[in-house]
């Protein structure tokens, strides 16, 4: 209870040190970099299958298709 004591016998105290965390604060988010694609090297693997003679609308369809 201490503190609330103080604080109401030196209101201006607090408003300027809630002010001034305020802008420190703001100063902060200001000054933080941000990166919104960081760099991460995911391995990837990739798989390609190619069907030769099979027309386009064959592939759009594959139940049409007969083996």
Same mark, same amino acid.
């Given at each position: 209870?201490? /503190?609330?004591? &103080? @604080?109401?016998? !030196?209101?201006? =105290?607090? *408003?300027?040190?809630? #002010?001034?965390?305020?802008? /420190?604060?703001? &100063? @902060?988010?200001? !000054?933080?970099? =941000?990166? *919104?694609?960081?760099? #991460?090297?995911?391995?990837?693997?990739?798989?390609?299958?190619?069907?030769?003679?099979?027309?386009?609308?064959?592939?759009?369809?594959?139940?049409?298709?007969?083996?």
């Amino acid at each position: 209870m201490w /503190i609330v004591r &103080l @604080a109401l016998r !030196r209101p201006y =105290t607090f *408003i300027v040190l809630a #002010i001034l965390l305020f802008l /420190i604060g703001l &100063l @902060a988010i200001m !000054r933080t970099p =941000t990166d *919104i694609f960081p760099n #991460i090297n995911i391995p990837v693997v990739s798989i390609v299958w190619s069907y030769n003679g099979v027309s386009a609308e064959d592939m759009a369809n594959p139940d049409h298709i007969e083996l």
